[in-house]
C-alpha cells in the first residue's frame, strides 16, 4: 500500500491516536440491560471454564495500560493510552456487572499493582491482545451463529469485542510508530523487547491451551497471564473443525479490521499463523 505519510511521522501518530479517540463508545456497563436466560442458556454460561481469567485479564491489562499512560507526555498519544486503559476497565466491569446478576461466583480477585516496568508490560498486554482478539473474534461469531448463547446477550458484548479490535490496532502502530522515534542501538533493545514479549505471550497461551480441562475445574485464573480466548474455545468451538474455526477467525478479522483506516497497519502475525496452520488441518 501507498501511504500518504511515513510510519512514525506526525501524521501517522495523528491518525492512530484519533482512530482509537474519535471512535470512542460512552455505554455505561451500570445501565445494561441483561436478558432472561432460560435454564439450560444460564447453564452454558455458568459452566463456561474462563470467568475468573475473564475478570484478571481485564484488570491486569487497564492496569498496564494506565502505567504507560502515566509516564507518557506525547500528546495524544497519552491521551488514547488513557482511554484504552478506561476502556479495558470497562470491559471488566461489564463482565462483573454480568457475573452478579446471573450469580456466577468468582475466586477473589489479586492486588492489581502498578507495573514497575510500564513499557514492557504494555508491550507484553498489547501482544497478549493480538492473540487473544484474533481468536475472540472467531469464538464471538461461532457464539452468535449457533446459538449457543441468545442473541440479546451477545448484543450486548458487541462492543467489547469491537474495542478490542481498536486496541490491537492502536498498539501494533504504536509499535511501529516508536521504532521510528528511537535511533539504532534503542531499536535494537526496543526489538528485543518486542521479541520476548511476544515470545512470553504465545508460550503463556499454548501452554493454557493444553489445560482448559484443569481451568474449568477452577485453577484456570492464574496471575494475569493466562487467556480465557484460549480456554473458550474448546466449551464454545469445540465441534468446529480445526479448518472452520481458523477460517472463521480469519474471516472475523478481515471483516472487523476493514473499518478502519485503511492506511493503519494491521495485525499480522496470528493471520498468517493461521493461513499457515491450514496447510495442515482440516
Known amino acids: 500500500m501507498t501511504r500518504p505519510y511515513q510510519l512514525g511521522s506526525d501524521e501517522h501518530k495523528q491518525r492512530f491516536c484519533h482512530m482509537l479517540l474519535d471512535t470512542f463508545?460512552?455505554?455505561?456497563?451500570?445501565?445494561?440491560?441483561?436478558?432472561?436466560?432460560?435454564?439450560?442458556?444460564?447453564?452454558?454460561?455458568?459452566?463456561?471454564?474462563?470467568?475468573?481469567?475473564?475478570?484478571?485479564?481485564?484488570?491486569?491489562?487497564?492496569?498496564?495500560?494506565?502505567?504507560?499512560?502515566?509516564?507518557?507526555?506525547?500528546?495524544?498519544?497519552?491521551?488514547?493510552?488513557?482511554?484504552?486503559?478506561?476502556?479495558?476497565?470497562?470491559?471488566?466491569?461489564?463482565?462483573?456487572h454480568m457475573l452478579r446478576f446471573y450469580g456466577i461466583k468468582t475466586v477473589p480477585e489479586p492486588d492489581y499493582a502498578a507495573p514497575e516496568n510500564a513499557e514492557w508490560n504494555f508491550i507484553r498486554t498489547g501482544y497478549s491482545e493480538c492473540f487473544d482478539?484474533?481468536?475472540?473474534?472467531?469464538l464471538f461469531k461461532v457464539a452468535k451463529d449457533s446459538g449457543f448463547f441468545p442473541p440479546e446477550l451477545v448484543d450486548v458484548f458487541e462492543p467489547v469485542v469491537h474495542e478490542e479490535g481498536r486496541h490491537i490496532l492502536f498498539f501494533v502502530n504504536w509499535v511501529a510508530w516508536k521504532r521510528a522515534q528511537n535511533n539504532l542501538f534503542q531499536n535494537i533493545l526496543f526489538s528485543g523487547t518486542c521479541m520476548a514479549a511476544l515470545g512470553l505471550s504465545?508460550?503463556?497461551?499454548?501452554?493454557?491451551?493444553?489445560?482448559?480441562?484443569?481451568?474449568?475445574?477452577?485453577?484456570?485464573?492464574r496471575s494475569g497471564g493466562g487467556s480465557f480466548t484460549m480456554t473458550g474455545t474448546e466449551s464454545v468451538a469445540g465441534k468446529l473443525s480445526p479448518r472452520l474455526f481458523l477460517e472463521t477467525c480469519l474471516a472475523e478479522n478481515n471483516r472487523r479490521m476493514a473499518e478502519y483506516d485503511d492506511t493503519l497497519l494491521r495485525p499480522t502475525?496470528?493471520?498468517?499463523?493461521?493461513?499457515?496452520?491450514?496447510?495442515?488441518?482440516?
Open 133 to 138: 482478539s484474533f481468536f475472540a473474534f472467531g
Open 269 to 282: 502475525l496470528m493471520p498468517r499463523l493461521a493461513k499457515l496452520a491450514l496447510l495442515f488441518v482440516r
Open 25 to 96: 463508545n460512552p455505554y455505561k456497563p451500570t445501565v445494561i440491560a441483561w436478558p432472561t436466560l432460560s435454564a439450560d442458556a444460564l447453564a452454558r454460561l455458568t459452566n463456561l471454564p474462563f470467568w475468573d481469567i475473564a475478570v484478571q485479564t481485564e484488570g491486569y491489562a487497564s492496569r498496564r495500560m494506565q502505567a504507560l499512560a502515566d509516564v507518557t507526555f506525547e500528546q495524544p498519544i497519552k491521551d488514547a493510552l488513557n482511554l484504552n486503559a478506561f476502556e479495558e476497565g470497562r470491559h471488566k466491569l461489564v463482565i462483573e
Open 202 to 221: 504465545m508460550f503463556n497461551r499454548l501452554g493454557l491451551a493444553g489445560k482448559t480441562k484443569k481451568a474449568g475445574q477452577g485453577v484456570g485464573a
